[in-house]
């Protein structure tokens, strides 16, 4: 594959379309987007809704090296780029080359022992960290490309049609529990809790890595969204009284 390093940044507008059922109430608003010039990006879960509904997306972001996921791209489309991991089951591959789709690499930063074996392979090759799900490790990635400005849509991180259960998982712990935030309460599980978590790390490093963020939904992820900016010009106003007190 064609190596690319560190893209400057520009003033690219990115629409990524995560896979929570809440992306059906925004198709509209993403198409407009996109013939406005954004680049609509999407995951596993929204690809085919999208293009069912006539958008086709720039590109999809693959991580999950799990084998069943070659089931989410049986027609992949020839305009759509795809962005899959390097830890991605082989047979995810394969099934996209054998349906000729443009296929771009990446090394996805999970603490597994990558950086070593990238070490044994040669120079050159970059870890790219941000997250449990590709709805998040592909900003990262969009990161590199020089990309700043997002909006997103679809990331919902609970379930809208569920009630927390005793049901186990295979692990063994809860398959479907209520969490609380900011006085509401969500039904979500282990992997989407984390997505929420991962997304709140971003945002605490928005000031580095994001021009423009909207989030679009009613979900946990918009929810937690609303909450940090609602807060965060509190903050910064204390932190400028302070600044101007010490200057004084």
């Known amino acids: 594959r064609p190596r690319h390093a560190f893209c400057k940044q520009h003033d690219g507008l990115v629409a990524f379309c995560s896979g929570g059922p809440s992306i059906g109430d925004h198709l509209d608003r993403i198409r407009a987007m996109q013939e406005a010039g954004a680049k609509v990006v999407c995951v596993k879960h929204s690809h085919d809704l999208l293009i069912e509904n006539g958008i086709i997306p720039w590109a999809c972001f693959l991580l999950d090296p799990r084998s069943h996921v070659k089931e989410f791209i049986e027609n992949p489309h020839p305009d759509v780029l795809y962005f899959v991991a390097s830890m991605c089951h082989p ?40 997250g449990s799900t590709s709805a998040t490790r592909g900003i990262s990635v969009l990161n590199v490309l020089g990309f700043r400005r997002y909006h997103l849509f679809g990331y919902d991180s609970c379930y809208f049609d569920r009630e927390a259960t005793e049901e186990k998982a295979a692990n063994g712990l809860p398959k479907w529990f209520e969490v609380e935030i900011g006085g509401r309460k969500f039904v979500s599980d282990a992997e989407l809790l984390a997505q929420c978590q991962d997304f709140e790390k971003l945002i605490d490093l928005g000031r580095d890595i994001f021009v423009e963020l909207e989030v679009y939904g009613n979900g946990m992820i918009p929810h937690v969204f609303a909450m940090k900016r609602r807060i965060l010009p509190e903050l910064e106003e204390v932190i400028g009284r302070v600044s101007t007190s010490r200057a004084a």
């Open 91 to 130: 047979s995810t591959v394969d099934r996209l080359e054998e349906h000729g789709a443009r296929v771009m690499g990446y090394h996805a930063h999970v603490g597994a022992g990558e950086k070593e074996l990238l070490e044994e392979i040669g120079p050159g090759h970059i870890l790219i960290g941000g």
